[in-house]
C-alpha cells in the first residue's frame, strides 16, 4: 500500500515534465490557438458509474468523437486523466482513477489509434470539476478527461 502510494505521489510529481505541449493544456484559463474541434475534444468527457471503471454504453459516442478526433489530427497527442469523486480513500481513487483512464485508452486503441498518441494519469479525487456534495455532483467528477499534450 506504502508502495502504491509512494509511486503514485512520484507519478504525479512527474507528470507535468513528461508532457511536451505545443498548446496549452485544458484548464480553466487559457485556450489560445485551440480550435473549436481541439476544445470539444478536452472538454467531452467520458462518465463512470460509482465504484465502476467499465465503459457506459451510453458514453461509446463519446469515445467514438475522440476516435474520430484523433483520426483527423494525426499529430494530435493526449493525455487521459482518470477521476473519481470525493468519496472513499486517496489511494484507492488513484488507482480506480488509474483503472478509468486505461479503459478509455483500451477502447480508443482498440479503434485503431496508436497507443504511442496516448498516455495516462490519475488525479483520484484531487481535481474536482464540482464541489458539491450531491450525487449530480459525484456523477460529474467520475470520468476519463482527454487533454491534448503535443502535435
Known amino acids: 500500500m506504502r508502495k502504491l502510494l509512494l509511486v503514485a505521489a512520484l507519478a504525479l510529481l512527474l507528470a507535468p515534465l513528461s508532457v511536451g505541449c505545443s ?5 480553466g484559463g487559457d485556450t489560445g490557438g485551440l480550435t473549436e474541434a481541439d476544445k470539444l475534444f478536452m472538454n467531452e468527457h467520458v462518465y463512470f458509474d460509482f465504484d465502476r ?13 475522440k476516435v474520430a478526433y484523433l483520426n483527423q489530427n494525426t499529430a494530435a497527442q493526449s493525455v487521459i486523466q ?16 488509474d483503472r478509468r483512464a ?3 485508452y483500451n477502447y480508443v486503441v482498440g479503434q485503431g489509434i496508436s497507443g504511442d498518441r496516448l498516455s495516462t ?8 470539476v464540482d464541489l458539491g456534495d450531491t450525487e449530480e455532483a459525484f456523477a460529474k467528477n467520475r470520468r476519463a478527461q482527454f487533454v491534448l499534450s503535443g502535435r
Open 82 to 97: 482518470g477521476h473519481c469523486d470525493a468519496r472513499g480513500t486517496e489511494a484507492y481513487n488513484l488507482a480506480l482513477g
Open 102 to 104: 486505461k479503459a478509455a
Open 53 to 65: 471503471y467499465n465503459i457506459r454504453p451510453d458514453q461509446i459516442s463519446s469515445l467514438q468523437a
Open 121 to 128: 494519469i490519475s488525479y483520484g479525487k484531487e481535481q474536482p
Open 23 to 27: 498548446k496549452p493544456p485544458q484548464g
